[in-house]
């Protein structure tokens, strides 16, 4: 006979009663009133608690019920989810790094995942998220100041997606219809990828990208996408098109025209910090520590040259352009007009 079966009925029956009660109602419970209410001593409850908490918390690594001087609770909701170091982490992070994006009409939002979140996981592991909260801060540096249009959107737009249908809204003061391919995070802020399209034969363009907060009296229409085919076949298609027409971005600008950019390197220090970051999805960077260079970096296949521009000259002469021409040229023009109209009368 097991062990199981040689527990006295009453034990075994008020062992399950325990553990009825903690489910209906977590707690806390006094160890005295609940040892009175059971007819036994606080001494063979606790040993009651303790059998519990090692056939269920020991054994499948999760508090399902806590023991506190004097008192005991059940957490079986909360023990749902058992982290280990590092996914605890990073859903920190994450639920931080999401905190600033949803400012506005979306903080209720943001307190009901919270909350939710919170309901699933340990109270060790709650107290800890709660306590670096205190300690962790993120830039809102560049982050557009009308936010809520985000989260009214981008549902809307996943949707459109999901569904294979059009959407509809007023850009530049036109109201335009698009066929939603995908949607980019960069520089703090949505951008929405996709095709224009004409309103009487819903055809569409090449693909093109606006900023989400831009955008005014989204949704979704009755209307489908022009690509035919099955909705995961579509899905494919549009993924797979998105992801190339941003792989020849740089951040956030697009142009028309494929450009390889090759640009020196000659500050070490600079060298050492552009060869820490991914600017580019296939950028390649060579050390060359040779004539006053130290070293090289490509963006191979990119269209964005205006984001390129800004970043040449964001490192200043730490850095020259050296292809194509025609670039570098105008680089070298806009160097010559900011000296004589910005900062000549302040040599």
Sequence with gaps: MSKVHRIHANYRDRLIEIIAELLRDPGPHSIRDKAERYGISQEKLRKDLNYLI???????QREYIIRRRGYYEGNFVRAVVNLSREVRLYLFLALQQLRPMLKGGGEKAYQALLNHVYSVLSEEDVRRLKDWSHFYFVSEYGYPLNRKHFYQSLQEVFDSIRLNRIL???HNGKIKYFDPYAVYYAKHTFYLIGKTIMESDFSGNKLVHMRLDRIRHLERTIHPSPERGKKEEVWVYKQNHAQKYIERMLEAEQGQ??????????????????????WHP???IHAIDEGGVAGEIIFPDTTSWLEVKKWILGWGSAVE???????????CEEIKMMYLKRYRGGI
């Design 282 to 284: 296939k950028q390649e």
């Design 168 to 170: 509809r809204f007023h």
């Design 321 to 331: 352009l050296m292809k194509p021409a025609e670039k570098r040229k105008e680089i």
């Design 54 to 60: 090692s056939k269920l918390n020991d054994m499948n």
């Design 257 to 278: 025209e494929k450009t390889d950019y090759v640009i020196r390197i000659y500050d070490r220090k600079a060298f050492e910090r552009i060869r820490e970051k991914q």
